[in-house]
């Protein structure tokens, strides 16, 4: 059972991953990139608005160890190192790892959408004016910092 702290936490991570996909979506259809990216953002958007409201923490257990694994290049003055990183096929490998072990819930489709996410900001990256960068790159951010102060509120496993 999550504590108070952890689970407004993980209401305000989907909150900013809901904003993000949505600012994503926006840019992608003024931009006019192909109609099948813009389905997967509004099926990203749909799976972030049913996750977050039925179970916050399990959206952040899905999303966050992979903000966490990417933190030093999402963190550095260098945000473009991490939107023009290819890491898709180790995270999935990754997860097909994770899923070995009893009691996980990490579904490649969660990660799937996270990749989803990261690739629509790649291809959207150089279309996006320096405020719209700023904005992506504060939500990712933001994003990583929930995530950070949610593991503080768990306790150490024994």
Same mark, same amino acid.
């Given at each position: 059972?999550?504590?108070?702290?952890?689970?407004?936490?993980?209401?305000?991570?989907?909150?900013?991953?809901?904003?993000?996909?949505? +600012?994503? $979506?926006?840019?992608?259809?003024?931009?006019?990139?192909?109609?099948?990216?813009?389905? %997967?953002? *509004?099926?990203? /958007? =749909?799976?972030?608005?049913?996750?977050?409201?039925?179970?916050?923490?399990?959206?952040?257990?899905?999303?966050?160890?992979? +903000?966490? $694994?990417?933190?030093?290049?999402?963190?550095?003055?260098?945000?473009?190192?991490?939107? %023009?990183? *290819?890491?898709? /096929? =180790?995270?999935?490998?990754?997860?097909?790892?994770?899923?070995?072990?009893?009691?996980?819930?990490?579904?490649?489709?969660?990660?799937?959408?996270?990749?989803?996410?990261?690739?629509?900001?790649?291809?959207?990256?150089?279309?996006?004016?320096?405020?719209?960068?700023?904005?992506?790159?504060?939500?990712?951010?933001?994003?990583?910092?929930?995530?950070?102060?949610?593991?503080?509120?768990?306790?150490?496993?024994?």
């Amino acid at each position: 059972m999550p504590t108070k702290e952890e689970y407004d936490c993980a209401v305000l991570f989907g909150r900013r991953l809901t904003t993000l996909s949505v +600012l994503l $979506r926006r840019k992608g259809s003024s931009a006019g990139i192909s109609s099948d990216i813009l389905a %997967k953002l *509004d099926k990203i /958007a =749909s799976h972030v608005k049913i996750g977050a409201r039925a179970h916050p923490t399990a959206l952040v257990d899905s999303v966050g160890p992979y +903000l966490m $694994r990417y933190r030093d290049q999402i963190t550095s003055e260098y945000f473009s190192d991490f939107v %023009k990183s *290819d890491f898709t /096929a =180790s995270t999935e490998e990754e997860v097909r790892r994770h899923r070995s072990f009893e009691g996980n819930t990490v579904s490649l489709d969660e990660v799937s959408d996270f990749v989803n996410i990261v690739r629509t900001i790649q291809e959207l990256w150089e279309l996006c004016s320096g405020p719209e960068q700023t904005k992506i790159r504060d939500i990712v951010r933001e994003l990583l910092g929930l995530y950070a102060a949610i593991l503080r509120e768990r306790p150490l496993l024994q």
